[in-house]
């Protein structure tokens, strides 16, 4: 996790930048699975970086910077995504007629139903499976045990399961870094 970002130091205006520059792609692929919408996710990102530089100078570099910025840019997401929920509920107790379900493009039936999961899965399943880190390095990213990770990533699997039907594959990885040779039913971590 971060291999290039050792030595950084609380309140460095210059290792912040390396953080930004190392983390921000794959917190936005990460938040963009999450939440079903690159902007929402690139907002969101954003968002978390003004947290994390508000923080900077508390930042304890025992904690890696790399898992101290997912969990922000998550709680971030998961914080838009029941602003989005509570703002379309109340849009339709208050217009009954208009409350249609918006139907949105998807790029894959998979990546449909990764937006379907809850967020905290989804989260989960990125950090696991696209993202290629570890069961360890995915607990500590979201501050939860191992055990919590794996129940998380078992409900996901249900859920996608559920959602996809017969273009679940039950012995394919769901989105590997290429490369990495972790799949869903294995872990190195133990």
């Known amino acids: 996790m971060g291999e290039g970002l050792s030595g950084l130091q609380p309140g460095s205006r210059q290792d912040f930048d390396r953080l930004y ?9 990460t938040l963009t699975a999450v939440l079903g919408d690159a902007a929402a996710a690139e907002d969101c990102v954003q968002e978390a970086f003004v947290r994390a530089w508000r923080a900077w100078p508390r ?10 910025l997912y969990r922000i840019a998550l709680n971030v997401a998961f914080s838009h995504r029941r602003r989005l929920r509570l703002r379309q509920v109340t849009e339709r107790l208050l217009r009954p007629g208009l ?20 967020a905290r899965e ?69």
């Open 21 to 29: 520059l190392e983390t921000h792609p794959r917190l936005v692929r």
């Open 122 to 190: 989804s989260a989960a399943v990125m950090l696991r499976y696209y993202h290629g880190y570890s069961r360890a390095e995915t607990a500590q990213i979201l501050g939860l045990t191992e055990r919590a990770v794996s129940l998380r990533l078992a409900r996901a699997q249900q859920i996608l399961a559920r959602e996809l039907g017969e273009d679940w594959n039950e012995h394919s990885a769901l989105h590997p870094v290429a490369g990495s040779g972790v799949t869903r039913d294995e872990d190195t971590s133990g």
């Open 99 to 118: 409350g249609r379900t918006d139907v949105r493009v998807r790029a894959s039936p998979l990546r449909a139903a990764l937006a379907k999961l809850p």
């Open 59 to 68: 930042w304890r570099p025992e904690a890696p910077a790399e898992a101290w």
